[in-house]
């Protein structure tokens, strides 16, 4: 049962589009279970998330979150590692883009802000991702255990940090002063109204993600880092025979990825809350696990599995609206059934399939 | 003094209950190579199904039955993900944290309409503290009177259950042939294999004890410590249980101390709070909270001993190669 066995169209394409339809199907039998239309809730849900501009712009702000995470998880997954702390990275970037914005906004215009917005998420999400790195590069200690651990320590680190040093003076609230101008990033709704975005927070940082995808790609594809991370992935020790050392590998590769997700903070904090404050992550780094899977960990598959995300995000808001009985807790249910048929239970559909297609490859080659 | 440091240790006994019972749910279950960090989610839907029985039927056996259910089904489906389909145990423990975390909220908004949570529960729903004999009248003596009045005495069966289940567990794992193989299938599953052992058989029995072991964990929070189920109760008992496993090295009595040691740290934040210490001030909550991680990942740093997990852990097994 190698990949080598299936056309290429059906190991990309057929095979996701059976697992995804197969979480759906499950989706709706849980819809069912509590009472209410499938059918009808499917309509609401695109209705809600494509169907008029502002639930397009919500759509694309959750997606440019998932987008974030989503390369994190994928960057590592080239170098064979499994970065599951995205959610504590992304939370620790958010104090690195907090840091740009209270320091600069009132004296600089925000884009000039964005760059050590940019940059501070970025050391921030990657120093976060280091100690975990360094410790599966150099005392083999399992990345996913730290990085689970991580996340705890992070979102301690930072309840303690919002409650005392970073909290507004006389405020109450857990969270920093909101900032100026000079800290905020501009909606698309302001720099193209044409759209219709509304009310919708989507923002320049869905730009930045774009890029985001654009410099993985090369890097994954197109540089001599890139072929290195992916050789030690595909087999670690062939890559140590070929002169690539292993430490510098998983700690680098573990250092954009911390980076990546850190950088989910910019759409956040500086482009919808204007603030740092508690629990802003919620999720969003674990998701990434699924965008990458779902994505097949390449920049456009990743693309466009946070798009699905994001439209499952915005209209299952629009439907917990419209079906009281369906809460947002549903979503977490449709993203927990996508991780189950799109991740653990991936190769459930293989052999039925290999076994359909093999008398067709047989007289193919005959 | 005395009397606070006993009262201390009565709640640290109290709040490492869950962390044990969880504990070795996953001792079991990584112990024959099947890595689980769904133990969070396995706890909270056991939690969720026993406050819902034990509310519906006012009694607290039949909740701990339904707990027991729900967490081996979803350790099955752990089973069925990554033993039968070789899926990745990592991705499959997410996702079942994932739809424990969603269906628990939405089922029990559907069914009992409290924002998720379950009603308080009827007399009999759930399980009381157990009095030891002659407690009152011990209780005078000094220093032992309140150790056996408090610490020892008036726990509920859950908490017994938990300590009785150590050394069961060593027991099973050690001394039978069932353990032997157990602990050889997660090291080698090759070489059981060719024992003519079924590793699948072993594994899903496995899992099937880490899910009895949890459904035990997540009772105990919404029938015997609580009175009902909260939305998200177990609020990462699971993960801390699973950094208890690591540090306490995947042996049973050491993943006692462990979740001992995790307890007393949360009992003395809870103590602490707003307390001062002198010369120090006073030590924020949060650095409690992070302590169990912190001290975890120092210990997987290699400088507390080292942890070595066992050698197949994560790898799904494959019989033949074709």
Redesign the interface.
Known sequence: ?TAGQLPRWVDLGLIPFLNLAAAFLVSGL?VI???ENPLEAVQILVWGSLGYGEGIGFTLFYATNFIFTGLAVAVAFHAGL?N?GGEGQAYIGGLGVAMACLALDGIVPWYLTLPFAIVGSAAMGAAWAF?PAW?QAT?G??V???T???N??AS??M??LL??LLKEEGSMQPETRTFEDGGRLPFLNDLFPSFGFGYAPVNLSLFVALAACLLVWLLIWRTKLGYEIRSFGANATAAVYAGISPVRTIVITMLISGGLAGMMAINEIMGSQHRLLIDFVTGYG?VG?AVA?MGRAHPVGIILAAILFGMLYQGGAELSFEMP???R?????????V??FA??????FRPAIIRLFTPALKAKEA | MFEDFILILDSTVRLSTPLLLACLAGLYSERSGVVDIGLEGKMLGAAFGAGAVAYITANAWLGLLAGIAVSVSLGLLHGFASISNRGNQIVSGVAINFLAAGLTALLGQTWFRQGGRTPALPEGGRFGDIVWPFAEQIREIPIIGPIYAELFSSHNILVYAAFLAVPLTWWILFRTRFGLRLRAVGENPAAVDTAGISVTWLRYRAVIACGILCGFAGAYLSIAQGAGFGVNMTAGKGFIALAALIFAKWRPASAMLTCLLFGFLDAVAIRMQGQELPGVGEIPVQFFQALPYVLTVILLAGFIGKAIPPKAAGIPYLKERS
């Open positions: 049962m849980v279970l509590i009472g499994f599951i100690i410790l005392r200690s399992h996913v255990i730290t689970i651990m991580f705890f320590i301690s680190l309840v303690y409650n005392g674990f696990i899977l009985n369906i809460t807790d549903m979503i977490i249910v449709i993203q927990g059934l991780i189950l991740g653990a239970l991936e190769y459930m």
